[in-house]
């Protein structure tokens, strides 16, 4: 196999001596010279090369001149033959190898759903038609489109109807038409229907609007989202006006942007305004708002601010904490190391008649465990398996490796035949953990098989 940079290919192109030192110095190219094996040599034929980096050039080798080129079909046809072989002969190209990146694949696919045009299917199209009367109104057109499965019969249904004469389209079939785009995820067709309603001043509704949003923030559209929502506060009609509803699928949508940190703390700032515009708007923040705040000041690292939005639901915003409450903070708790205050708010969660989460357990078994409490760590994951919560792997490996490095080997290789007695454990993790136990803190003598 040769490699050959571009620099190079170029050098043999513009260096005529290169070639026949090259081809000399190889035994292979010894048969080049043989007019029997290689007649073609001998016509003036012109013989393309490839280049790596475009197309192919427009450089042509006369092989009457430079008779050592020789087309990679007859190199091959011979070279495969019984006197020399398995040999391969092949250009290399600098191209990487490795498999396409998620991210390109995500927008190849995008890219390939843009360019395949959905087929109507005309027998559907005519039997929704024939559904309707004569002078039909637009709740019977909203009833059809509900029924009908196919989104592309329904917009083209859509479109039809707005053809009609004495028709026109009121909030419902607006609504179910989007609804129906939304659900298939035909966003450019459900954005042409959007432009359509924010064109007519006398079509809009809440609902609507928050549908509109909420498919927008599904496709990753969030400016479009709030586009639309800067329109509903500017709107006349008080109907059309952000709800608890609107606010709550604008935090979802900013809390789900990424899983990162920084990412979060980035969009931090946009969820604080926007938390801090619902309540200078006379809309009083539900449970769901204010996990919400709490679950974002935690992604963010800001856990203080968590606990402050936590103290204040039941004073100022009279809103019970629920379990979720309660699970953000435990969480973000012991990923700070702040194993005392975790283990308060688990105590308090349970006489409230909450159960934590298995995140939560996972995270205060594992904050436990690295405080040195492997005690009370195995107490908790005790209770954590009689609540029938799942405990992940790393769990079950942090707790084993703080007890070894206490000294207690013996007692971590009973607690492990413990969790293989009781079927807690499978045979694969089983392994995995008596692998790990015995490669770094047993000896060769102590090893238990």
């Known amino acids: 196999m040769i490699p050959f940079h571009r620099d190079c290919l170029k050098h043999v192109f513009s260096k005529q001596k290169f070639i026949n030192p090259l081809c000399s110095t190889n035994p292979f190219h010894q048969l080049f010279d043989s007019s029997d094996i290689f007649p073609a040599l001998n016509s003036p034929t012109l013989y393309p090369v490839v280049s790596h980096y475009s197309n192919p050039i427009s450089s042509y080798f006369n092989a009457k001149t430079h008779n050592r080129i020789t087309p990679i079909s007859k190199i091959w046809s011979i070279a495969t033959g019984n006197t020399f072989g398995?040999?391969?002969?092949?250009?290399?190209?600098?191209?990487?190898?490795?498999?396409?990146?998620?991210?390109?694949?995500?927008?190849?696919?995008?890219?390939?759903?843009?360019?395949?045009?959905?087929?109507?299917?005309?027998?559907?199209?005519?039997?929704?038609?024939?559904?309707?009367?004569?002078?039909?109104?637009?709740?019977?057109?909203?009833?059809?489109?509900?029924?009908?499965?196919d989104p592309l019969v329904c917009l083209e249904l859509f479109k039809w109807a707005g053809q009609q004469p004495r028709f026109r389209h009121d909030v419902s079939t607006y609504h179910i038409t989007i609804k129906k785009l939304g659900v298939a995820k035909m966003y450019q067709e459900m954005d042409d229907v959007v432009n359509q309603v924010l064109a007519i001043?006398?079509?809009?509704?809440?609902?609507?609007?928050?549908?509109?949003?909420?498919?927008?923030?599904?496709?990753?559209?969030?400016?479009?989202?709030?586009?639309?929502?800067?329109?509903?506060?500017?709107?006349?009609?008080?109907?059309?006006?952000?709800?608890?509803?609107?606010?709550?699928?604008?935090?979802?949508?900013?809390?789900?942007?990424?899983?990162?940190?920084?990412?979060?703390?980035?969009?931090?700032?946009?969820?604080?305004?926007?938390?801090?515009?619902?309540?200078?708007?006379?809309?009083?923040?539900?449970?769901?708002?204010?996990?919400?705040?709490?679950?974002?000041?935690?992604?963010?690292?800001?856990?203080?601010?968590?606990?402050?939005?936590?103290?204040?639901?039941?004073?100022?915003?009279?809103?019970?904490?629920?379990?979720?409450?309660?699970?953000?903070?435990?969480?973000?708790?012991?990923?700070?190391?702040?194993t005392n205050n975790a283990r308060e708010l688990s105590d308090e969660m349970k006489e409230r008649g909450f159960v934590p989460s298995s995140k939560s357990y996972n995270s205060l078994v594992n904050a436990l465990a690295l405080a040195g409490e492997t005690k009370e760590a195995v107490d908790c994951l005790r209770e954590m398996i009689e609540k029938r919560r799942t405990v992940d792997f790393i769990t079950y490996r942090t707790v084993l490796d703080e007890i070894c490095r206490k000294g207690r080997v013996g007692e971590a290789m009973g607690f492990l035949k413990e969790l293989q007695e009781k079927d807690l454990v499978d045979g694969h993790t089983y392994r995995r953990l008596l692998y790990v136990i015995e490669d770094d803190f047993c000896d060769s003598n102590d090893k238990r098989h």
Request: hydrophobic share 40%; proline share 3%.
């Open 86 to 149: 398995c040999f391969s002969l092949c250009l290399c190209s600098f191209y990487s190898t490795k498999a396409p990146s998620r991210s390109w694949r995500r927008r190849n696919s995008k890219r390939e759903k843009a360019n395949s045009k959905l087929v109507l299917d005309e027998e559907k199209f005519q039997r929704a038609v024939s559904q309707l009367p004569p002078r039909f109104t637009a709740e019977e057109l909203c009833n059809v489109i509900t029924l009908e499965e």
């Open 201 to 338: 001043p006398s079509i809009g509704s809440e609902a609507l609007y928050n549908s509109i949003i909420y498919f927008f923030t599904e496709a990753r559209k969030l400016v479009r989202a709030v586009n639309i929502f800067n329109h509903m506060k500017n709107c006349r009609k008080l109907e059309c006006r952000p709800s608890i509803r609107t606010y709550n699928i604008l935090l979802t949508a900013m809390l789900s942007r990424g899983r990162n940190s920084y990412i979060n703390h980035m969009y931090m700032e946009t969820i604080r305004c926007l938390f801090r515009q619902m309540v200078n708007d006379g809309i009083e923040p539900d449970i769901f708002a204010l996990n919400s705040m709490i679950k974002g000041y935690v992604l963010s690292l800001h856990v203080n601010d968590a606990l402050r939005i936590f103290h204040q639901m039941v004073v100022v915003y009279n809103c019970v904490p629920n379990a979720f409450s309660y699970d953000y903070l435990i969480y973000g708790l012991c990923a700070q190391g702040r």
